[in-house]
């Protein structure tokens, strides 16, 4: 199972916005609605950001949104600030039955 | 407040075995399917492994099967990995996590496995 294609890096200044994408075939993202987001910061562990595609879990602010399009799944950070600034991983159900991730994207606030 | 504390982490040599533990708090944990998630120093996320609540079913990433057993004790609220046949790939922060809506939603702060000569 070869990990899904994120950019290594996006970039943009407090109250812009970020768009993450997360590309993988048909035997995962494209296949299901169930892929999810996580964010990391330095020597943390991953936090569950979105699941199944476009749901945040309580406590998420909404300015974090999500959505798919074919075997392209994207995350978006809305006014961005600067604690959003971490590492994001995507994460997919697979036709296997197992999860695969993202290489992850590093998110920096100019 | 869910809860979960991985343990058992630490130094081995290749070729060598290690059982990792994680204590779960705050959730019906045997209605709950589990994950391990692997990530290397400086790297990104690597799943491992997932076991249905009933332990029944599991599955495991390519990179492990034959090696890594996944297994729970849920009078104890406990999943394990029992990892065989070290190699230095396998080195880094091992995850526990809890399954929701397809994702992984609860996750644990990790224990460092370290496999050197």
């Known amino acids: 199972q070869s990990a899904l294609t994120q950019p290594p890096s996006v970039s943009a200044s407090p109250g812009q916005s970020v768009t993450i994408s997360c590309t993988g075939t048909?035997?995962?993202?494209?296949?299901?609605?169930?892929v999810s987001w996580y964010q990391q910061p330095p020597g943390t562990a991953p936090k569950l950001m979105i699941y199944?595609?476009?749901n945040r879990p309580s406590g998420v602010p909404d300015r974090f949104s999500g959505s798919k399009s074919g075997n392209t799944a994207f995350l978006t950070i809305s006014g961005l600030q600067a604690e959003d600034e971490a590492d994001y991983y995507c994460g997919s159900f697979t036709s296997s039955n197992t999860r695969v991730f993202g290489g992850g994207t590093k998110v920096t606030v100019l | 407040e869910v809860q979960l504390v991985e343990s058992g982490g630490g130094l081995v040599q290749p070729g060598g075995s290690l059982r990792l533990s994680c204590v779960a708090s705050g959730f019906t944990f045997s209605n709950s399917w589990m994950h391990w998630v692997r990530q290397g120093q400086g790297k990104g996320l690597v799943w491992v492994s997932r076991?249905?609540?009933?332990?029944?079913?599991?599955t495991y990433a390519d990179s492990v099967k034959g090696r890594f057993t996944i297994s729970r004790d849920n009078a104890k609220n406990t999943l394990y990995l029992q990892m065989n046949s070290l190699r230095a790939e396998d080195t880094g922060v091992y995850y526990c996590?809890?399954?929701?809506?397809?994702?992984?939603?609860?996750w644990g702060q990790g224990t460092l496995v370290t496999v050197s000569s």
């Open positions: 076991i249905y609540g009933d332990g029944r079913d599991t």
């Open positions: 996590a809890t399954d929701g809506g397809y994702s992984l939603y609860h």
């Open positions: 048909s035997s995962d993202v494209g296949g299901y609605n169930r």
């Open positions: 199944e595609v476009s």
